[in-house]
C-alpha cells in the first residue's frame, strides 16, 4: 500500500570487492559500517524521498479539500470523485486483497481485468508487491517479518513503514511465501510490466481530465481534487493497518492484535472486521455477517456472483464460527449465545507465540485439511 518502489528490499551492498568495470554508481548502498552485518539486523533506512512525497501529497490534498469545503468545486466534479474513489477501492479490497492475497473467490477474466484496472488507479503498488506484503501480514501478523508491524505504534503502521526500507525478517521470510499462483496471472504480470505509465494515466491524468473535458471543471481545481482524493483513499486503507489492529474488541481470536472496528469498516468498503478477517482470512466477506452497508465489497462480490464473474467463493459455516470463538475469543461476541468458556484460553495464548497457526489464505501450505474440508462441503467448491 504504497506510491510506486517503495517497497525495494535493503540494499546494503559493499562495493569494495568490485573493481572499477564492475562497479555500478546507481545501484543504491548505505554508508560503510565497521560491522554491516551486526547493523544490517535492524537497520531500516529512513527513505527520505518518500518523506518528501508524502508531506507534498498530503499538503495538495488538504488544499483540495478545503476547496471541495469551501464550495469552489462543482458538485458534478465532487460526486465523479466519490464514485472514483469507490472504484478504486474496490479495486483494492475486492482485487488485491480478497481476490489476489487471499485467493477467497475466483474471477473470470473481464471481472480481473475490471478489478486489475481499478487496483491501478489507487497507487498502492502493483497486485503482485501488494499482494506478497500482504501475505506476510498474515503469515507474521504483528512481527518484525510483518510490513506494518503494529507494536510499533499506529505512526509506523499507518504510514511510517512506508517511509523505510524493509526489515530484513520481512524480505528473509517474505521469500518464503508462496507467489506462483499470482505469477501464473496474466492480468497481474501484464500490470506489473506496464504499472508506471498505467498509474500516471488512471490514478493523476484521467480524473483529472476527465471533470475539465466533460464539464468544464476548473483544470487546477481538478487536479488538487484528484489529489485529496488520492491521499483520502490511502489513508482509509492504511486504517486498516493502524486502527483496526489497535482499537476495538476480539471476539473471535484474543490472541492477536486484529480487531473489529466499525469506523474502519465504514471507510474501508467492509475492511474492517479485522479480527475476523485475520482468523478466517480465506473467506470472501471478511467478516462474520454479511452486512452489506457496511462492508460494500462483499455485495459488490455477491453481485457479481450473480452477473457469473465469480465463483468458488468460500465462507466459514455457522459452526466453525462458534467452534473457534469458544476456543479462543474474548468474550465479546455477541452474534450468537453468550459462549461462557470464551476468553480464558485465548489470554492465555496472549503471552505466548501464537503465529505458526496462521495463514495467508485459501491455499497457504500450512492450512489445517480438516479445515479446508469443512470449507469445501459447507461451500460446495468444484475446485481447490
Ligand atoms: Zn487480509
Ligand atoms: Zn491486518
Not at 455477517?289 to 464473474?309: C, D, E, K, P, S
Amino acid at each position: 500500500m504504497s506510491p510506486p518502489n517503495t517497497g525495494e528490499p535493503i540494499q546494503i551492498i559493499s562495493t569494495k570487492h568490485l573493481d572499477k568495470q564492475e562497479y555500478q554508481p546507481y545501484v543504491r548502498r548505505s554508508k560503510p559500517k565497521k560491522d554491516d552485518a551486526k547493523d544490517s539486523e535492524s537497520f531500516q533506512k529512513i527513505v527520505w524521498r518518500n518523506v518528501l512525497i508524502f508531506v507534498v501529497l498530503h499538503s495538495l490534498a488538504l488544499y483540495g479539500i478545503w476547496l471541495s469545503l469551501s464550495g469552489q468545486v462543482t458538485w458534478k466534479t465532487l460526486l465523479f470523485s466519490l464514485v472514483y474513489l469507490s472504484g478504486a477501492s474496490t479495486g483494492v479490497t475486492g482485487g488485491a486483497h480478497r481476490l489476489w492475497s487471499h485467493k477467497t473467490y475466483k474471477a473470470k477474466l473481464p471481472f480481473r481485468i475490471w478489478l486489475m484496472l481499478w487496483q491501478t488507479a489507487a497507487l498502492q503498488n502493483d497486485i503482485h508487491e501488494w499482494s506478497r506484503d500482504h501475505r506476510a501480514h498474515h503469515k507474521f501478523t504483528d512481527t518484525d517479518a510483518d510490513p506494518h508491524n503494529s507494536n510499533r505504534g499506529f505512526f509506523f503502521c499507518h504510514i511510517g513503514w512506508l517511509m523505510m526500507r524493509k526489515h530484513q525478517d520481512v524480505i528473509a521470510k517474505g521469500k518464503a511465501i508462496d507467489m506462483s499462483d499470482i505469477e501464473a496471472d496474466p492480468v497481474v504480470m501484464w500490470q506489473r510490466k506496464y504499472y508506471v505509465p498505467l498509474v500516471v494515466v488512471l490514478t493523476f491524468l484521467l480524473p483529472t481530465y476527465i471533470p475539465v473535458y466533460f464539464w468544464n471543471e476548473n483544470l487546477r481545481t481538478s487536479f488538487y481534487v484528484c489529489i485529496a482524493r488520492y491521499v483520502l483513499q490511502l489513508n482509509g486503507t492504511w486504517c486498516v493497518n493502524s486502527a483496526a489492529h489497535l482499537w476495538g474488541g476480539r471476539p473471535y481470536d484474543g490472541s492477536i492484535n486484529p480487531r473489529e472496528n466499525v469506523f474502519v469498516s465504514t471507510i474501508g468498503y467492509g475492511e474492517g472486521w479485522h479480527n475476523y478477517h485475520h482468523t478466517f482470512p480465506w473467506d470472501y466477506k471478511a467478516a462474520e455477517l454479511g452486512n452489506y452497508r457496511l462492508n460494500f465489497t462483499t455485495a459488490l462480490l455477491n453481485f457479481m456472483r450473480y452477473a457469473g464473474q465469480v465463483y468458488d467463493l468460500k465462507t466459514a459455516s455457522a459452526e466453525m464460527i462458534r467452534k473457534r470463538v469458544a476456543r479462543t475469543g474474548d468474550g465479546s461476541w455477541s452474534n450468537g449465545p453468550k459462549i461462557e468458556e470464551a476468553g480464558d484460553e485465548a489470554q492465555a495464548k496472549v503471552e505466548g507465540h501464537h503465529h505458526k497457526d496462521m495463514v495467508w489464505g485459501w491455499g497457504d501450505k500450512d492450512m489445517a485439511e480438516e479445515e479446508m474440508e469443512d470449507v469445501r462441503a459447507f461451500n460446495n467448491l468444484m475446485e481447490d
